[in-house]
């Protein structure tokens, strides 16, 4: 069975840094695209940055400069490292992995992390 187990989250101060990490396993062979997205309560999830298995990489332009994300295909792991983190920065970060393909050939579209929370308060 699949499974995106993610890491890293808690509580800091504004300017302070996290570095999130997201695990997949479950006969994993490959995955597509590997990403972060944010939810606060009453608003819908949000892409923070993704990545592909080539290292192609986009952010939300309120992230840019200031996170970066990072993968290891070998792990199908992916890193999101936060820098300068700012209150509005504050929700669940819920991983995603796209295009994944096990070693018994079977393809699934969509898998998602249970989520780890970040707060960013003085």
């Known amino acids: 069975q699949v499974q995106l187990v993610e890491s890293g989250g808690g509580l800091v101060q504004p300017g302070e840094s996290l570095r999130l990490s997201c695990a997949a396993s479950?006969?994993?062979?490959?995955?597509?695209?590997m990403g972060w997205y944010r939810q606060v309560p009453g608003k819908e999830r949000e892409l923070v940055a993704g990545?592909?298995?080539?290292?192609?990489?986009n952010y939300a332009d309120s992230v840019k400069g200031r996170f970066t994300i990072s993968g290891d295909n070998a792990k199908n792991t992916v890193y999101l490292q936060m820098n300068s983190l700012k209150p509005e920065d504050t929700g669940v970060y819920y991983c995603?992995?796209?295009?994944?393909?096990?070693?018994?050939?079977?393809?699934?579209?969509?898998?998602w992390g249970q989520g780890t929370q970040v707060t960013v308060s003085s």
């Open positions: 995603n992995a796209v295009g994944i393909i096990l070693f018994g050939g079977e393809r699934l579209p969509e898998r």
């Open positions: 990545i592909s298995n080539r290292g192609t990489t």
């Open positions: 479950g006969g994993i062979r490959s995955i597509n695209v």
